[in-house]
């Protein structure tokens, strides 16, 4: 098993930058594909992103594409997003994710990890 622990949320001003990042303990951080998920009031968790292992793949979701930055350190058992252009509909309480395999999903019904969710506010 594996506990997730996300920092990094916020306000900030539509086309500002941040930076979340997600702490992991327990069983080895590497066995683990790591990603973000988001969710909005009154809207389903949306996929945003996800890194392979190794760090060497990666995938994002079509509204975040060109914007954020998965990215992972494995010396420190950590995963990064970098959030840039920020708007307003980026609001939202961000999950850090981990899978159980090499590569990770876009479907949240294959996460069997969540950290508790960091909020991200981005005012207009």
């Known amino acids: 098993q594996v506990q997730l622990v996300e920092s990094g949320g916020g306000l900030v001003q539509a086309g500002g930058s941040l930076r979340l990042s997600c702490a992991a303990s327990g069983r080895t951080f590497v066995l683990y594909a790591m990603g973000w998920f988001r969710q909005a009031p009154g809207k389903e968790r949306e996929f945003v992103a996800w890194v392979s292992r190794s760090g060497g793949t990666t995938n994002y979701g079509d509204s975040v594409k060109g914007r954020f930055t998965i990215s992972r350190v494995n010396a420190e058992n950590t995963v990064h997003l970098e959030m840039n252009s920020l708007k307003p509909e980026d609001t939202a309480l961000y999950y850090c994710?981990?899978?159980?395999?090499?590569?990770?999903?876009?479907?949240?019904?294959?996460?069997?990890?969540w950290g508790q969710g960091t909020q991200v506010t981005v005012s207009s």
């Open positions: 994710a981990a899978y159980s395999g090499r590569y990770g999903s876009e479907r949240q019904h294959d996460v069997p990890y």
